[in-house]
């Protein structure tokens, strides 16, 4: 395996990401996918889920700190948070920072995921213990349509991967909507929501499916390099809330947060929802 | 060459990003580098030096709207605006789009890159012809400090390749001293400064060098999909502003440009120079 590279294929097959790596640490088909685990030459540890990139050393703090600080930061309510996906572990990581919020329900479909990451990304993992955690591994689909009262958490993230096979339904009107209800009154939902420059599973018709479902929707962006084309959308749903609504109560809290962050800080938070002409565009948004 | 693909190799060579092309349309070994232009499968035409992207029709607008119009829209003065290299036009073309510049120089040291941009990137040189325009084929470095005047900019924009080769001396303190001296007095200085996820070129160190020669240095970002990591980092320096110092009696002259552009607007602008506590961490500022 000299001089081996990792390659993700993507935008119709037509562009790639190509990493070097120095050994294959791990390899299984769970019942749901592909997993693999990649020791890389420069950007640590590289978790795919059916050879598409989910998790790096290099960056994983990046994704993970900008969903939860981003949802906390604007929360009035913070009680009780939700996890759909996410099964590394590290938007869990994040949120347990908050010694306010009572319960973190993390529910992934492919509890192997979770086991492989506690092995080799213990970073990620390491808050999946904190007593305020449950990890329950099942599809979010029904848990969200069948299980959940109404009102029942103040945020939602929805961690998943492309919109395609299982995590299709995880982009839909219906889906939003089951969300919407699962949310408290003034309940936010965070979502990564792809490449605005890379329209393969069609980001229009995805925000137009969120507004069908949530009064006030936005988008914002933040850099993962190891994704296709590394600038990274996500959306930003709630029922009263704008995105740079941050709670004056918090700030202060906040502000001695983001000291021992990587990344999120209030100001980065607050640039990130200022659109480019191209992404409101591509999002149909004006 | 069915199935071919164009791979830049990058961050130590340890990361990679590949294109599907449908045909090489032009190669040629200039007197400075190599210039290859490739039609792609699915983001048009690109521009490679050196085996490096430059140009494609998928992003070229962010880079060059970007460097032009953050400048143009915080300078107080605008008479005269040097570029140095972007052969290709695309900055020009963006400048020539303010009626009040009344000279703008491309300093470009390669004119082959001028010519094949004219052949196979029409839409980005078409500025060229603009009676403003003056299109130098020069040694941008020998250029600023031996051919140039005290203060006879007051725009200068840095729009080169990596820190290496003939490119390196764009990067040291000697020569943004030599560009500090050529700005007039509220002058304004912008340069790409790489991706600072993949530090390879000493980023701390170019704006140690840029703090060394201007009072005012920040740092702004902006996606560029064909470069390494995509997450492309700008310097903004003058003697006087801040990046986010809009001129107040420019704004409804940019409201209204801003409607006909792709990429830029004012809100975008501002949230640019939000930057994470890693972006500062690894500029060195704070």
């Known amino acids: 395996m000299s001089d081996a590279f990792f390659t993700e294929y993507f935008y119709y097959k037509s562009l790639g990401f190509t990493a070097k790596i120095k050994k294959l640490l791990h390899s299984e088909e769970s019942p749901w996918q592909k997993i693999d685990v990649y020791e890389t030459e420069r950007i640590g540890k590289l978790l795919t889920l059916n050879g598409k990139t989910m998790v790096s050393e290099l960056d994983e703090f990046v994704y993970h700190e900008v969903l939860a600080h981003v949802s906390y930061a604007v929360a009035r309510q913070h009680r009780r948070v939700l996890i759909i996906g996410g099964g590394d572990g590290g938007v869990v990581r994040e949120f347990v920072k908050h010694p306010d919020i009572e319960q973190i329900d993390l529910v992934e479909i492919d509890e192997r995921v979770v086991e492989v990451s506690k092995i080799y990304f213990p970073e990620c993992t390491v808050g999946l213990s904190d007593p305020r955690v449950r990890v329950l591994c099942e599809d979010g689909i029904k848990f969200i349509e069948e299980k959940i009262d ?137």
Chains 1, 2 share one sequence.
């Not at 906040?254 to 640039?271: A, E, I, P, V």
């Open 150 to 286: 109404p009102g029942s958490y103040d945020i939602v993230i929805i961690d998943s991967t492309d919109p395609e096979e299982m995590a299709e339904g995880l982009f839909t009107d219906r889906f939003y909507k089951a969300i919407n209800r699962a949310l408290s009154p003034e309940g936010i939902m965070l979502a990564q929501t792809e490449n605005p420059f890379l329209d393969e599973f069609g980001l229009k018709k995805i925000y137009d499916n969120l507004r069908a479902a949530f009064p006030s929707v936005e988008s914002f962006t933040a850099p993962i390099i190891i994704y296709p084309g590394a600038y990274w959308s996500f959306a930003f749903a709630s029922k009263k809330f704008r995105g740079t609504d941050l709670n004056p109560h918090k700030q202060a809290q906040m502000q001695k947060l983001q000291q021992t962050l990587r990344w999120y800080n209030m100001d980065w938070h607050r640039g990130a929802f200022a659109l480019s002409n191209f992404h409101r565009k591509q999002i149909g948004q004006e």
